[in-house]
């Protein structure tokens, strides 16, 4: 990282910051690439600032960062796109091929996948699986982001790459994980979004996958009720906006576990437009991912699980896709993670 009085000098240079607000903002652990993805509040306050001129600083330090890569390259062509796409995107498996294929070959990296359904139906043990495949088959480093205690266990990954044979290829240095009792409020899951993409900069990480369990639970214990629902868009922008750019810029699948509310929802949540037919039409069970439309846009893919009647089989719904048929498939959760269940069950379950 560069130094203290580098990144005053790049602070200064933005408008209407100067040598005491750019020493500051370095305080606080401000870079121009953090400032532009800071939340008006808290950057009015250090400077004590109205929160229109810290929107204003935010807008310009986010110029700068957009800008600095100089000249903006011509549109490509289809194929030259498709060519981009070929050669940039490690490809990750679910743990499921039959999951697999209906995604078009796994999980791509440059992406955020939606991940929802009600407790116990394969949410963390998904997440576990894909990264266990991107750190013994890929190499590469992965992140796990805990909102919730005792929702992830150290161990479970090595137990899932011993059981599918991957034990030798298996690194625990490669997996860093940002427990439950690090994340105290939305604030503090935010600012673990830049300290681990400082540290995969700093160390050149690029390619890998983070897990984030749960994504807006969080946001729950924050933005409760109506009055809140414009605050709790704007927070949901700006941790997508900086997700969007993790992505982009470290080339991350960046898995979201969602928590979900029951149709016909609450009156808190919904003027009653939503029943269960109609959720499981849209969403292919009763349980709509919570947060609304402002949750729910900025994931290219959005995978919903949920239970079925035999205590030993789960069922994945592909209910959201920008480029893929919608589908679904049966899986199971054994020692080697989400697998799939035998092709004769399927089968007769499929048919039903």
């Given at each position: 990282m560069a130094s203290?009085?580098?990144?005053?000098?790049?602070?200064?240079?933005?408008p209407k910051i100067g040598e005491a607000a750019a020493r500051k903002l370095v305080a606080n652990e401000y870079t121009v690439f953090r400032l532009s993805h800071a939340e008006p509040g808290k950057i009015a306050q250090i400077l004590g600032i109205s929160v229109k001129a810290a929107k204003e600083i935010i807008a310009a330090a986010l110029e700068a960062v957009v800008n600095k890569t100089g000249e903006l390259p011509r549109p490509m062509t289809a194929s030259e796109y498709q060519k981009f796409l070929e050669e940039r995107l490690d490809w990750y498996t679910t743990g499921s091929k039959q999951m697999d294929e209906i995604l078009g070959g796994g999980l791509a990296s440059s992406s955020l996948v939606g991940i929802c359904g009600p407790q116990e139906t394969g949410k963390t043990q998904m997440v576990e699986t894909t990264i266990v495949d991107c750190i013994c088959n890929k190499g590469h480093h992965a992140y796990f982001i805990e909102t919730e205690l005792s929702t992830v266990n150290p161990m479970r990954f090595e137990e899932i790459a011993k059981n599918r044979g991957w034990i030798d290829r298996w690194d625990p240095e490669?997996?860093?994980?940002?427990?439950?009792?690090?994340?105290?409020?939305?604030?503090?899951?935010?600012?673990?979004?830049?300290?681990?993409?400082?540290?995969?900069?700093?160390?050149?990480?690029?390619?890998?996958?983070?897990?984030?369990?749960?994504?807006?639970?969080?946001?729950?214990?924050?933005?409760?009720?109506?009055?809140?629902?414009?605050?709790?868009?704007?927070e949901f922008g700006r941790h997508y906006t900086f997700l969007e750019d993790m992505a982009k810029d470290l080339n991350l699948l960046i898995m979201l576990t969602y928590q979900v509310m029951e149709t016909p929802v609450s009156p808190t949540e919904s003027k009653g437009g939503m029943d269960s037919v109609k959720a499981r039409a849209e969403f292919g069970t009763?349980?709509?991912?919570?947060?609304?439309?402002?949750?729910?846009?900025?994931?290219?893919?959005?995978?919903?699980?949920?239970?079925?009647?035999?205590?030993?089989?789960?069922?994945?719904?592909?209910?959201?896709?920008?480029?893929?048929?919608?589908?679904?498939?049966?899986?199971?959760i054994t020692g080697k993670g989400v697998t799939d269940i035998p092709e004769h069950i399927a089968k007769r379950l499929m048919k039903k």
């Open positions: 203290n009085e580098a990144l005053i000098e790049e602070l200064k240079a933005l490669k997996l860093h994980i940002v427990s439950a009792y690090q994340i105290k409020n939305v604030e503090m899951q935010f600012y673990y979004y830049e300290v681990i993409y400082d540290m995969a900069k700093e160390n050149g990480w690029e390619g890998g996958v983070l897990g984030i369990d749960s994504f807006n639970a969080t946001f729950k214990r924050k933005f409760s009720g109506r009055e809140l629902f414009p605050s709790r868009s704007q009763q349980y709509i991912p919570w947060g609304g439309h402002s949750a729910r846009h900025p994931p290219a893919t959005w995978i919903s699980l949920e239970k079925t009647h035999s205590k030993t089989i789960w069922k994945a719904h592909l209910f959201g896709s920008s480029w893929r048929p919608l589908g679904e498939c049966y899986f199971q």
